[in-house]
């Protein structure tokens, strides 16, 4: 059976709530990685939107589509090198990933189910310790544009002038 590589197309999903905390998880395969909820698509034609919903789903338990849950595509990438670890689970040549940005803002105490496979550990931070806490740059980054993103209108999912 031929061997199926992930597709170096992936989410990056910043998970906080309107006070701005910020849920970051422990990798279970590198205990010293805090990030937020990443993931590459299943298969081409699944939009990054698509695989946000689901990574969340898959990664946390959250439901990014429940009521009180606001996803906004913040329509911005970043391109980036993959670690060197992570190498052989892509194509032979495949160096680089291009990661779409989303936040998924919850309500206050949104229970938190860890895929044990897949991370060991969680914690809500305040967005700047959340940045300083995070091991991925884009992500620390994301973490830190977070007041900026996740509340302008015109961004989808944001609240507009009527206070959708």
Not at 57 to 80: K, Q, S, V
Not at 82 to 92: D, G, K, S, T
Not at 118 to 143: F, G, I, M, R
Request: hydrophobic residues 40%; aromatic residues 10%.
């Amino acid at each position: 059976m031929p061997r199926s590589y992930k597709i170096p197309e992936s989410v990056l999903v910043v998970i906080h709530t309107a006070a701005l905390d910020v849920l970051l998880i422990r990798r279970a395969d590198a205990p010293e990685f805090w990030q937020s909820v990443t993931g590459s698509k299943d298969h081409l034609h699944e939009s990054f939107e698509e695989a946000a919903v689901r990574e969340v789903w898959e990664e946390t338990g959250i439901d990014a589509r429940a009521p009180g849950c606001i996803l906004r595509d913040w329509h911005l990438e970043n391109i980036y090198g993959i670690y060197p670890q992570w190498l052989h689970r892509y194509a032979p040549g495949v160096c680089e990933n291009t990661e779409h940005l989303f936040s998924l803002q919850v309500p206050a105490g949104t229970p938190v189910v860890l895929n044990p496979r897949e991370h060991v550990d969680w914690k809500w931070l305040p967005w700047l310790d959340a940045a300083d806490a995070c091991y991925s740059p884009s992500n620390a980054e994301a973490c830190l544009w977070l007041p900026r993103l996740a509340v302008l209108p015109g961004v989808q999912g944001a609240p507009g002038p009527s206070g959708r």
